[in-house]
């Protein structure tokens, strides 16, 4: 049985975009800037890996809710095109490992699974200037990172 959940919003003056679909052996994730599926990464993880969950929420000294943290033995796995440099390949593969692991978290019930669904991710951002891009992570990386977070987030919370 497919589920399919759709969100989006503006982030950073950006179109934003955050579809999940549940497959019965997979789950699809697109985030999109630009309308198209983009590069697709697929992340996985034994299901005998405990997931940790996030943190407490505090709202008076927290703007996002917390994420719950990537699992070391996660592997990325580049399934179809590619980053336009090193850095957004970083990026990506830094999305892709975020949004797994909420994914494995909401989907999970707690207890050790006997089959845990791997997760595709399908990433098309919009393409910081070069000059902020060689000086690392930019303040509108990090905003956008968060609100697709806090999006994937509200999708689950809303079944």
């Known amino acids: 049985m497919t589920m399919t959940r759709?969100?989006?919003?503006?982030?950073?003056?950006?179109?934003t975009e955050?579809?999940?679909?549940?497959?019965?052996d997979r789950t699809l994730v697109l985030v999109s800037q630009l309308g198209k599926v983009g590069n697709l990464i697929q992340a996985s993880i034994p299901p005998t890996i405990p997931l940790t969950p996030a943190p407490a929420f505090d709202s008076t000294q927290?703007?996002?809710?917390p994420l719950p943290p990537p699992p070391p033995a996660i592997q990325l796995t580049p399934l179809l095109g590619n980053a336009p440099s090193a850095h957004m390949q970083t990026l990506h593969s830094l999305y892709a490992a975020q949004i797994a692991t909420i994914v494995w978290t909401e989907?999970?019930?707690?207890?050790?699974?006997?089959?845990?669904?791997?997760v595709i991710v399908g990433i098309a951002l919009q393409k910081e200037d070069r000059a902020q891009e060689e000086a690392g992570l930019t303040e509108n990386e990090r905003e956008v990172f968060q609100g697709v977070m806090a999006m994937l987030q509200d999708l689950f919370n809303q079944s």
């Open 6 to 15: 759709q969100i989006a919003r503006e982030l950073n003056h950006r179109h």
């Open 18 to 24: 955050v579809l999940v679909e549940t497959y019965a």
């Open 62 to 65: 927290h703007k996002f809710r």
């Open 107 to 118: 989907l999970s019930d707690g207890s050790l699974e006997v089959f845990r669904r791997s």
